[in-house]
């Protein structure tokens, strides 16, 4: 059973609440998620796709590897560890981008990204949650449809930050 904290709109943890994962999120409450944008030096960004037999939107694409933080972690260390998890790569320069409410997912995220400078061949995907991945250009990024990408969040915040 997976836990976690339950925050308000403010990002703000409810004490003593707790969801889990799988449970409906009661009203006025909230779980957080952190999603990391991986650059490569060079810069183009990872995406990867989504187990076309296991994840809701398989066979998509998606511009982060992200999750929902555990109970008691911060979203820094969440985002290390989603990060760690789904593609392989440890890296502790993650900057912060932005924080977005999501009143119909009631979730909260927080955006990060890691500039990474390492072997672009050595992305290690996560069994169930992607099948393959890829190198793109922040151009490509921008005008993938959402017959491509499964989330418009980082078509938009891509352009907006000139990144």
Do not use: N
């Amino acid at each position: 059973m997976e836990l976690w904290d339950a925050y308000d709109e403010h990002f703000r943890r409810v004490e003593g609440k707790i969801l889990v994962r799988g449970e409906p999120v009661p009203e006025g409450l909230y779980h957080l998620v952190c999603d990391v944008l991986v650059r490569h030096a060079d810069g183009t960004y990872l995406l990867m796709r989504r187990d076309p037999q296991k994840k809701r939107c398989g066979g998509l694409w998606e511009a982060t590897a992200g999750g929902a933080a555990l109970r008691g972690e911060e979203p820094l260390d969440c985002a290390e560890r989603e990060l760690r998890e789904e593609t392989g790569i440890v890296s502790h320069r993650l900057t912060e981008l932005g924080r977005m409410v999501s009143r119909a997912h009631r979730s909260l995220y927080v955006e990060f990204l890691c500039e990474f400078d390492g072997d672009k061949d050595a992305i290690v995907l996560q069994e169930g949650e992607t099948v393959a991945y890829r190198w793109v250009t922040a151009g490509t990024l921008g005008h993938m449809g959402p017959d491509e990408l499964v989330t418009r969040r980082m078509q938009v915040l891509v352009p907006e930050l000139g990144l």
